[in-house]
């Protein structure tokens, strides 16, 4: 396959995205392509004044794009409740983009006291998904769509170290948290399957991407190796081309995944990639949806298959 580029979106017309982490990055240019191709777009975001800023941006690169904001931060979860009831008002819900998350930050908690990447990427994600889905529901062919990376590789769920209660290491629980958005959804898509629901569940991953997710790297990182580096991986642009593929490619399967076509899936076109077999195994995704649910506070309310 030649791949999967922005050119390859489909039309959009009457459809309703929701993407998170909308303002900046790879949720970004997935929001600007999808609101170009006619979608009404929804900017789950945690700051008004940036969301309203991409929205400008948006709405002047393609005139009369419908583009909304909802206020969204997902280390909060009153605010992922918020954000929810807001969205489900909408007459429609096509798409859930779950792109927003954070990568090795600093030792950090979330406003419920989660470990900040563990809550932001996988609590937040795994409970707005759970009270969307009856949305979702509403109309037929919607999808939801998780954002992992190729780090779901080398994690690990440590249930004894979730919050990082025996100390934090940053990137170990990056991995972690990429590994969570894969078993979320290889469990969602058993579990909506089992209950004869038409929502999808899919995956994708940007690859090596230049993004503001590159923030909390070294001084000496960002300095010497990314300009190196930003020849190996892809724009923030092309990074969107696996989730625009994960939510917009006709006839997808459950469960699929998508990452880029190049050397390691770091650059170029899309196309359906591989997970590693931890994120595929059902007695570890069952056991880590019972503990979601109950950290969470939110059940999506679908039997295990």
Same mark, same amino acid.
């Given at each position: ?7 390859d ?7 309703? %995205?929701?993407?998170? *982490? $909308?303002?900046? =990055? /790879? ?6 392509? &999808? #609101?170009?191709?006619? @979608? ?7 700051s ?11 709405? %002047?690169?393609h005139? *009369? $794009?419908?583009? =909304? /904001? ?6 909060? &979860? #009153?605010?992922?409740r @918020? ?70 590789k ?5 249930f ?86 994960a ?51 939110v059940?999506?309310?679908l039997?295990?298959?």
């Amino acid at each position: 396959m030649k791949g999967f580029t922005a050119q390859d979106v489909p039309d959009q017309s009457g459809r309703t %995205a929701l993407v998170t *982490g $909308a303002n900046t =990055g /790879i949720g970004f240019e997935a929001a600007l392509v &999808l #609101a170009g191709k006619g @979608a009404r777009v929804l900017l789950g975001c945690r700051s008004r004044n940036k969301a309203e800023a991409a929205r400008d941006k948006i709405v %002047a690169e393609h005139s *009369g $794009a419908d583009v =909304g /904001i909802i206020d969204l931060d997902q280390a909060d &979860l #009153a605010s992922v409740r @918020a954000a929810a009831d807001a969205v489900s008002r909408e007459q429609r819900l096509d798409l859930l983009v779950n792109n927003a998350g954070i990568m090795i930050p600093p030792f950090g908690t979330t406003k419920d006291g989660f470990e900040s990447q563990f809550g932001v990427n996988h609590i937040g994600v795994f409970a707005l998904t759970g009270l969307l889905l009856d949305k979702l529901e509403e109309t037929p062919g919607a999808r939801v769509i998780n954002t992992s990376s190729n780090m779901h590789k080398v994690g690990t769920i440590d249930f004894d170290n979730l919050n990082a209660e025996k100390g934090y290491n940053a990137t170990a629980q990056y991995a972690m948290s990429k590994l969570a958005n894969l078993l979320h959804v290889h469990e969602l898509d058993r579990r909506l399957k089992a209950a004869g629901r038409k929502t999808l569940a899919v995956a994708a991953h940007p690859g090596g991407s230049d993004t503001e997710l590159m923030r909390h790297m070294g001084a000496m990182t960002r300095k010497y190796l990314m300009p190196i580096g930003r020849l190996l991986i892809n724009s923030a642009a092309a990074g969107a081309w696996p989730t625009l593929m994960a939510a917009t490619l006709p006839d997808v399967d459950g469960g699929s995944y998508f990452g880029p076509r190049g050397l390691m899936e770091l650059a170029g076109p899309a196309v359906k990639v591989k997970a590693n077999k931890r994120s595929l195994d059902p007695e570890l995704a069952k056991r880590f949806w019972d503990v979601s649910v109950e950290l969470s506070g939110v059940d999506p309310g679908l039997p295990a298959a």
